[in-house]
Antibody, heavy 120, light 109 residues
Framework: EEQLVESGGDLVHPGGSLRLSCVVS????????LSWVRQAPGKGLEWVST????????FYADPVKGRFTISRDTSKNTLYLQMNSLGAEDTALYYC?????????????WGQGTRVTVSS | SYVLSQSPSVSVAPGETARITCGAG??????VHWYQQKSGQAPVLVIY???HRASGIPERFSGSKSGNTATLTIDAVEAGDAADYYC????????????FGGGTKLSVL
């Protein structure tokens, strides 16, 4: 059974940093694109970032470009999201999601999310 | 940037048909995926590549696309179908990659 378990969410001050982790099981990290999707309180889903299966291409939504970095450690079966220069607009529940394949394949599996709150 | 337009809410009585739409200028050239998100839960894939039902999704759920609109249809709606529904496309003409619609809240009266 595939599982994705996020962690690392916390309350952080504006301008601070945080690193989210997503430990996966039941599939090989390098065989699929993996993504982060966030959902601000009471709002819709917003794609944040994707790392391709080969691990050599990263993609970011405009609001996080230059501040967030997606990466992985295949030896630990873990996907990361390093978030810097956080602002109130980054407050959200952050999900990691496994693409069903690469490219246009849908997000077949999701974690339960980890909550990030940016506040002074 | 690419924008997907969804109506904020749809209300139907149990047993009726719900149609949730997702509009964009050239959506006919895109592959559309649909997700269901019940309150307090993670999203679940229901329809992929326009009209393919995901594993475990009842046959009451179907997807279609015509002109500038993709539609998620739920026949014989049940109380348990109440949720937010999001469409999604892969925007491969830019680095923005993935776009979600704003979501439609389905209420079952």
């Amino acid at each position: 059974e595939e599982q994705l378990v996020e962690s690392g969410g916390d309350l952080v001050h504006p301008g601070g940093s945080l690193r989210l982790s997503c430990v996966v099981s039941g599939f090989t990290l390098s065989a699929y694109d993996l993504s982060w999707v966030r959902q601000a309180p009471g709002k819709g889903l917003e794609w944040v970032s994707t790392l391709n299966g080969r691990g050599d291409r990263t993609f970011y939504a405009d609001p996080v470009k230059g501040r967030f970095t997606i990466s992985r450690d295949t030896s630990k079966n873990t996907l990361y999201l390093q978030m810097n220069s956080l602002g109130a607009e980054d407050t959200a529940l952050y999900y990691c999601a496994k693409n069903q394949g690469s490219g246009s394949y849908p997000f077949a599996s999701w974690g339960q999310g980890t909550r990030v709150t940016v506040s002074s | 940037s690419y924008v997907l337009s969804q109506s904020p809410s749809v209300s139907v009585a149990p047993g009726e048909t719900a149609r949730i739409t997702c509009g964009a200028g050239n959506i006919r050239t895109k592959s559309v995926h649909w997700y269901q998100q019940k309150s307090g839960q993670a999203p679940v894939l229901v329809i992929y590549y326009d009209d393919h039902r995901a594993s475990g999704i009842p046959e009451r759920f179907s997807g279609s696309k015509s002109g500038n609109t993709a539609t998620l249809t739920i026949d014989a709606v049940e109380a348990g179908d109440a949720a937010d529904y999001y469409c999604q496309v892969w925007e491969d003409t830019s680095d923005h990659l993935w776009v979600f619609g704003g979501g439609t809240k389905l209420s079952v009266l």
